[in-house]
């Protein structure tokens, strides 16, 4: 029996899969997400492209698109509503598939040399062959294909990639940020540049991870932070 096929999602949709998915692995003592915290994963200023602003209300709504497929389950447990992502089951995936979309619906289309280092924290890839060789059965796939491999831009040396659930991505939109012909090459890599990328959104996350503990403690001992 196959998966059926999906509807097309917009921006935020896969947003908030994005969100959910990666703050499973990211802030696992505090998954499934609050209403108030996958807002805030959504609008999140680091390791997000496009950047967006999205309210409470238009979450919501998000979610309630997404029980449809079965792409989110929402759990009523205690005071607070949460909400977790379902993409392993409903997309029959596995959990090397689902990272790598995560870092595309979060980041845009990327080579499989920055999905590596961007997906790092989801899962660890031995080698740049071994994302390819998922990206390849991701457009294989028997319902559909759900990533594609885009055409080389103006004076790169790699392809990049982009997911497919929000329909096929404008060739124009994804060739808008090459760089201009009469512009210097830089002499740092792409891969180098996404790893600096990837290591102060951690070192970000660490800071706040950081001041809500000491937040904590100092309730805990009655001191002012």
Known sequence: MTAPRLPVLSLLETRVLGVLSEK??????????SLNALVAGCNQKTSRHPIIEASEA?????????????????TSGGRVTRYAHNMERALRLP????ALLTALMLRGPQTAGELRTNSERLHRFADISAV?????????RP??????????QPGSREKRWAHLLSGTPAIEETLSTAPSANEPAADISVGEIAALKANVARLEEEVIALK?????????LGVSG
């Open 212 to 220: 809500g503990l000491v937040g904590k403690l100092c309730a805990a």
């Open 95 to 98: 959990s090397q598939s689902i």
């Open 24 to 33: 499973q692995h990211t802030v696992p003592d505090t998954y499934p997400l």
């Open 132 to 140: 390819e060789g998922f990206l390849q059965e991701l457009t294989e």
């Open 58 to 74: 238009d979450v919501l709504s998000a979610i309630d698109s997404l029980k449809g497929p079965a792409l989110i389950i929402e």
């Open 143 to 152: 319902e559909g294909a759900i990533v594609v491999e885009l055409p080389r």
